[in-house]
């Protein structure tokens, strides 16, 4: 799929950590609503490429474009903002915060934006109904299951109904039925906003939830057409 269209694009992305090169001129691209892959082995890049496309860490050397402008000449306060309102995060173990309840981590991200407290937890209510976890609303992260908890992380991350879901893992600590029901959901919550899922995985059978796979070795990044 060509660049022409899409929401993020990625250009010969360098970056190293000392001698340890994780990102060796890989290239990326996602449109709106798209589900995009990115695979390879432990230690290959793919977080690391995830993390540079969010804005987490800046790459060594390359381009990244977000909505038409180049990341790099934004302030630490517009990446910020960018990942509090238009960028949602799922990752492997959750990362919920243990001292909330499920509907006060589901309204976080509205509460750290200025949203008040009733709106921000009629909202998380709303996503929590639609990933099947709303009876969980009083509950701490510690008295509910592993499924549940990441379908609460996954409200979380589409609470502020971003323009990019980056999901790293999102199925990792899962067993195999909890992690498709998990995946049904997110997709189907995500391609109903018209968001574009940033997947990296090492599982097959999540990535067959994307629309495109990008497989990531050595640095370097490759394109996989699905073929239907």
């Known amino acids: 799929m060509t660049p022409a269209g899409?929401?993020?694009?990625?250009?010969?992305?360098?970056?190293?950590?000392?001698p340890t090169v994780a990102l060796d001129g890989a290239e990326f691209s996602i449109h709106p609503g798209e589900v995009v892959a990115v695979m390879g082995p432990s230690g290959s890049g793919k977080s690391t490429l995830l993390h540079c496309l969010a804005g987490i860490v800046p790459s060594d050397s390359g381009s990244i474009i977000y909505n038409g402008r180049e990341m790099a000449t934004m302030s630490d306060?517009?990446?910020?903002?960018?990942?509090?309102?238009?960028?949602?995060?799922?990752?492997?173990?959750?990362?919920?915060?243990?001292?909330?309840?499920?509907?006060?981590?589901?309204?976080?991200?509205?509460?750290?934006?200025?949203?008040?407290?009733?709106?921000?937890?009629?909202?998380a209510l709303t996503w929590m109904e639609r990933l099947e976890v709303d009876d969980l609303r009083?509950?701490?992260?510690?008295?509910?299951s592993g499924g549940q908890g990441q379908r609460v992380a996954v409200a979380r991350a589409l609470v502020t109904s971003p323009r990019v879901l980056f999901a790293d893992e999102p199925t990792g600590a899962l067993d195999s039925l909890n992690g498709e029901r998990v995946m049904d959901l997110l997709t189907d919550a995500a391609r109903s906003t018209n968001a574009a899922v940033v997947l990296v995985t090492h599982e097959a059978r999540v990535a067959a939830y994307s629309d495109r796979e990008i497989v990531v070795r050595d640095g370097k990044s490759r394109d996989m057409e699905r073929v239907v």
């Open 6 to 18: 899409s929401l993020l694009i990625a250009d010969d992305l360098h970056k190293a950590y000392g």
């Open 77 to 123: 306060a517009e990446r910020s903002a960018l990942r509090r309102s238009e960028f949602g995060f799922v990752f492997q173990f959750g990362q919920l915060v243990p001292e909330l309840t499920c509907v006060e981590n589901v309204a976080l991200p509205l509460r750290l934006n200025g949203t008040s407290r009733k709106e921000a937890e009629r909202t």
């Open 138 to 144: 009083k509950k701490r992260p510690g008295e509910v």
